[in-house]
C-alpha cells in the first residue's frame, strides 16, 4: 500500500514538472500585420508537446480552424467561432496546419511543429486554394529549416 501511494506522488510530482515547463504561445488573427493583409501572426511556431496555443482574435471577423490532413494522427479536429480565442494544448509531436475560414484563399494560414515534425511529409501534400498554398510552401520551409 505505501508503495502504491509512493508511486502515485511520485507519478504526480513528474507530470507537475512537465507542465511547469510547458510553454505557452500566443498568435494573433490580424486584418493587417508584418506580412500583409488577412495574417496569423505569427505564422509559424515551432513548439513541445504540452504546450498551449493561443489564437487571439486581434481584429474582428476571424476564427481558428484545424485543416484536414493537416494534424497529427489523434489529435481531434478543432474549428474556433469568429471573434473567440482558441486555445490547444499539443499533446502529439507532429505537424498542425490551421486556417481562418473565410480568409483560407487570401493565405491567412499557420503552422506548428511539435516536436521533429513526424507528420510533416503528409501535412505538406495537402493541396489549399489561392494565396494558401503559397504561405504553406514557405512555412515548410521553416520546418525544413528548423530541423
Known amino acids: 500500500m505505501k508503495r502504491t501511494i509512493a508511486t502515485l506522488v511520485l ?4 507530470a507537475m514538472a512537465a507542465n511547469a ?3 505557452e504561445h500566443t498568435i494573433e488573427m490580424l486584418n493587417k500585420g508584418e506580412k500583409g493583409a488577412m495574417v496569423f501572426q505569427p505564422d509559424f511556431v515551432k513548439a513541445e508537446i504540452g504546450d498551449t496555443i493561443r489564437f487571439v482574435p486581434t481584429d474582428k471577423g476571424h476564427n481558428a480552424e484545424s485543416i484536414k490532413g493537416m494534424l497529427p494522427v ?3 479536429p478543432f474549428k474556433g467561432k469568429f471573434g473567440k480565442e482558441v486555445i490547444l494544448t499539443v499533446d502529439r509531436q507532429g505537424i498542425y496546419g490551421v486556417k481562418c475560414t473565410p480568409h483560407y484563399a487570401m493565405g491567412m494560414v499557420a503552422l506548428i511543429e511539435v ?6 511529409q503528409q501535412a ?3 493541396k489549399h486554394p489561392g494565396k494558401a498554398g503559397k504561405t ?3 512555412l515548410f520551409g521553416l ?3 528548423s530541423n
Open 11 to 14: 507519478g504526480a510530482a513528474v
Open 115 to 120: 516536436g521533429e515534425g513526424g507528420s510533416a
Open 143 to 145: 520546418v525544413a529549416a
Open 21 to 23: 515547463n510547458a510553454a
Open 74 to 76: 489523434g489529435f481531434e
Open 136 to 138: 504553406f510552401a514557405e
Open 124 to 126: 505538406a501534400a495537402v
